[in-house]
């Protein structure tokens, strides 16, 4: 593994030293674990966020189709001259 260099406050670092204490490991594990965790949910986001703006655009054209279904029963001739 690459060594790595982070300045945080002394307040964090007490933090992460209190908590890994309470875990039995280490602050590396600690914060590696950490680390780990966030790049999972970003993970999660970043695939999730495609989906959700299909969803939204499935939504919008059912919305549109919903407020057409009146004139859909006489078929698109009377859509078309309705409008």
Request: charged share 25%; proline share 5%.
């Amino acid at each position: 593994m690459e060594p790595i260099c982070i300045k945080m406050s002394e307040n964090l670092l007490e933090t992460i030293h209190r908590h890994a204490k309470a875990l039995h490991v280490s602050p590396e594990v600690y914060i590696r674990r950490a680390i780990e965790r966030m790049n999972r949910q970003t993970h999660a986001l970043l695939r999730a966020k495609p989906l959700a703006d299909a969803a939204k655009k499935v939504r919008k054209v059912r919305a549109i189709c919903v407020g057409l279904s009146p004139y859909l029963e006489f078929g698109i001739d009377s859509l078309c001259l309705q409008v």
